[in-house]
Structures are given as C-alpha cells and as structure tokens.
C-alpha cells in the first residue's frame, strides 16, 4: 500500500516538491526556480508553462531523493503562491496570456477608481480584504479586457479562472477539474467570506463573469485525480489544497485562537487563529479563510509585506552587494548596527497595514561612512519593522498581546534577523528543525483528506530547534521604532 504523501509547494520563484512520511519527516526534497518577467515599472508576470515545467522536474526531484518510485505516493497537497491569476482557455487547457503575479500593481488605478466611487467599505464587509491590486479580481477583468476577444469568450463560458492552485489541478486531472479551494477564493474579492461562496454584486462590481468561477472545495478532501502526467501515474488522489500561508499556519500547528505565525518569504506574512467568526479588522489587516476542514472553516487575521526575502534578492541581482541570499547575514555582521541607515523595502508599494499603492522603497540616513554593511543590516531590519507593524495591528484587532511567534520560510534561518524580530516586537520566537511549513501543511491537509491521518497529528510533528527571546534595552527599540516610523512617513509622502 502507498505510504507517503506528496506536496507541491508552488511559490513565487519557484515550485518546491516534498516527499513526506505519514510521521511528518521530510524524505526527500527538490527545487526548480522559473523567471520573473517585469514587462512594465511595476508589472510582474509568470510564464504558466514554466510554472508547469518547474511542478515535474521538482516532482521527479523529490522522488529520486527520496529513492521512492511514484507508486509510493497515497495522496497529493497542493499548496501555491495565492492571488496570482490564470484565465484559459477550456477546450485547450491553454492560458490566453501570462500569468498576472499577486505582486502587480497595474491594476492599481482600477481599485482607486472604485475606492472614489465609495466601493471600499462594502467590499471589506463582504470579503474581508481592501480594495487592493493585491487581490485577484481586478487581475481577471483587466486579462478579459486587454485579451482581445477575451471577455466574450468568457461570458460565453469558453475560458475559465484560477488562481495556482485551480490551474494545477486542472493539468494535474488532465483537464477535468475546474476548482478552487476556500483558502484561495478568499483571497480573490469575489467570494462573500461569511457564506464561503461566489458573491454575484461582488461579480458586477468587478465585471467578473460567474461561468469563468471554479466550484469551491474544502481544504482536506478528494477534488480530483492525477490522469495523462509524464511524472506521475494515473488514478494518485488530490485530497489537500491551500493557499501557501494557511497551509504554513496548519503546518505550524496554529490550530488554538490567538496561536500565530509567520513565513519569511518574497513577502512577509503574518497570519492568527481567530476561530470559526471572522473579525473585520479596523487596523490595515485582512480576515481571511485559514482553512476548511470536516465542514468547519476557521478564519484568520493576516497581515502581508509585499517584499521581505525579496529585498535581500535585490540586494544581490539589483545592486551586486552579494552573490547569495545567504551571505546577506555574514555581510550585515560585518558592522554592530545599520548606524542609523533604515531601508523601507516598498519596492511594490505598501501593503498591510498601511496600504499605500503608490509608495516606493526608501533608504534614509546614509553618511560618508555608510557601508555594504550596514545596507544589508538596514534591509534584515526593514524586513523585522514591517513583521512588527503587522503583529502589532493584529493584536489591536484581536485585543490580545501576542507572545510568542511561530516562524518559518527561507529568511527565518537567519539568526540576525530572528533575534532583532524578536527584540524590536517584544516577542519570543520559536523557530522549528523544519523550516518548510507550507509544504509540510499540504503535505498533512493531504493526509487528513484521504484519511492517512488526523490535524492532532501535525502538532506532535511540531519540533523547536531555537527559541529568540527579546533583550534590546526599551530605549534602543524606541528609538529605532521611530526612525522606521519616520521612514514610513517619507515613503508615502514621498520625499
């Protein structure tokens, strides 16, 4: 009998395939990163092709590293990158343009005009979110009205949306689904978050077709079967799906209200338990579905960074400061402080809990004696000053103090930046042997959907390997919060 699970980790740069244990342990691993294209300032596109090429090479990866043939594999999870939207073409599977990447802002006067027209406050009553060219919705309309012929053919129902993980379910089944699970319709301004299903005056507002919607589906149940795939055999069930920050909140255990986390990675992203009623946040946050599971959904405040890990990429392919991501810790030691420097890494505009489209990144206090150094100290410090704005917002709205942050993501295995997290959020930090949450959370909503095992299970799977207690001295995180405060005034006003 099968008995391993297969997460497919779809994220921004890049598709990361696990094979997992039914204990949880990590068997084997691979990862496959694909381009970024930047057709205009500010624009940012994926070519779904490659996104596809990148699921089998990472899927053949893992298994060789695991030494397990495709036959082992019981069930599959499905965890990606969230808001990113695909319309294709349903006879053909074909999409009718690149990919339009939750990171684009070109849709951002689109959401001004509806913020004018006095939409703003509807839309968060009934979704949750912000008017935001974060969010999916006005990605879609814009692909029907710049794809000529676009919107006639979806109003006829030829074309069909989704975000990732709709799209890879579709060439999972050989294009016989067409769904979405709760966690990633949430996230499209479509979906009415308390009735978890298509809101049709959310639909008008956007001029969104309803016949191009996927059926929603719950995070842990069987949503269709792999069929024609060059890396996996026919008949594997698709039993978890979820977005890739509730999967990392399910993954790191989160399962009691006011129990948090947060993955460091392209973006920053704070999410908290708040139980089965979603509270509308009156602090820059979004309420989001965290899961759906048995018939009970749980919601989650969250609160999202556009830029952290993406920050020190720019660090190394936009200004050469390093060679690696990793030699960004090494290089910021090389100095005892950023001496004043504060990075702002708005380079896609503000997002929660300040939600400044048209802000751009800002690098304040350089002097003659400003190094390399203190750049990427300065940047490891701008990443920890918009994490801290973020739990700070979100304990305001759950009138609680949180105490204790769960992290994980690529960053979270730098200690400089674990430490300063912890000592300027006033917070203990728990950072666990596995950093790869997400993956690990489909991996285990895949198990709970085909019955292999049960959420209890994933909190014995939880282990530590560090904890960072808070040390700095009060005055020195006053006075390092007000210059990022000031940093954030110059941003958006900006000067």
Known sequence: MPAHLLAIDQGTTGTTALVV?????????????????FPKPGWVEHDTDEIWSSVEGAVQGALRA?????????????????????V??????????????????????????????????????????VLDAYF????????LDHVPGARGRAETGELAFGTIDGFLIHRLTGGTVHVTDVTNASRTLLMNLSRVEWDPELCRLFQVPERVLPRIVGNAEEVGRTKGLACLPDGIPVTGVAGDQQAALFGQACFEEGEAKCTYGTGAFALMNIGERPILSRHGLVTTVAWRVQERTTYALEGSAFVAGAAVQWLR??????????????????VASSDGVVFVPALAGLGAPHWDQGARGLIAGITRGTTAGHLARATLEGIAFQVRDLLHAMGQDAKRTITRLRVDGGAAANDLLMQFQADVGEIEIDRPVDLESTGRGAAMLAGVGAGLCTPEATKRMLRVAKRFEPTMDPKERAQHLARWQDGIRRTRAGT
């Open 21 to 37: 244990s039914l204990e949880g342990d990590t068997l084997g691993r691979s990862t496959l990163e694909f381009p970024q294209y």
């Open 66 to 86: 695991a030494q397990v043939g495709p036959a082992a594999i019981a069930a599959i999870g499905i965890t990606n990158q969230r808001e990113t939207t695909v």
């Open 317 to 334: 392919d936009g200004l050469g400061l390093v060679k690696s991501a990793s030699e960004i810790e090494s290089l910021a030691r090389t």
């Open 88 to 129: 294709w073409d349903r006879a053909t599977g074909r999409p009718i343009a690149n990919a339009i990447v939750w990171q684009c802002r070109r849709t951002a006067d689109a959401c001004d005009a509806l913020k004018s027209a006095g939409h703003a406050a509807r839309v968060h009553e009934k979704t949750g979110l």
């Open 136 to 143: 999916s919705a006005t990605k879609i309309a814009w692909l």
